[in-house]
Nanobody, 117 residues
Framework: QVQLEESGGGLVQPGGSLRLSCAVS????????MDWHRQAPGKEREFIASISSSGFTRYADSVKGRFSISRDNAKTTLYLQMNNLKPEDTAVYFCRARNTWSLYNSWGQGTQVSVSS
């Protein structure tokens, strides 16, 4: 089992930056992909970015060029650097750890990001 805990959310003005963190604990050896997702009020949860165990990254078009996903060398912390934030980035942000072979997945509890002047 893997447990996840997000942090780093908050209120920021348009054009500002935030870095989200996701602390990973448990048996990380079973994980081969980690994702960030977000859910805005009244909308479905959407994919933001992913990073594989080999370091391959993928981004949603809505955040490409503004957000960057990374992790520490020990693979115990996942990051999401968010630059040039827009009001439409306001949402609860979730991290997920999964195994694409066994279909195991685990979600964090989410952290609120609000972009407003």
């Amino acid at each position: 089992q893997v447990q996840l805990e997000e942090s780093g959310g908050g209120l920021v003005q348009p054009g500002g930056s935030l870095r989200l963190s996701c602390a990973v604990s448990g048996d990380i050896s079973i994980i081969n992909v980690m994702d960030w997702h977000r859910q805005a009020p009244g909308k479905e949860r959407e994919f933001i970015a992913s990073i594989s165990s080999s370091g391959f990254t993928r981004y949603a078009d809505s955040v490409k060029g503004r957000f960057s996903i990374s992790r520490d060398n020990a693979k115990t912390t996942l990051y999401l650097q968010m630059n040039n934030l827009k009001p439409e980035d306001t949402a609860v942000y979730f991290c997920r750890a999964r195994n694409t072979w066994s279909l195991y997945n685990s979600w964090g509890q989410g952290t609120q990001v609000s972009v407003s002047s």
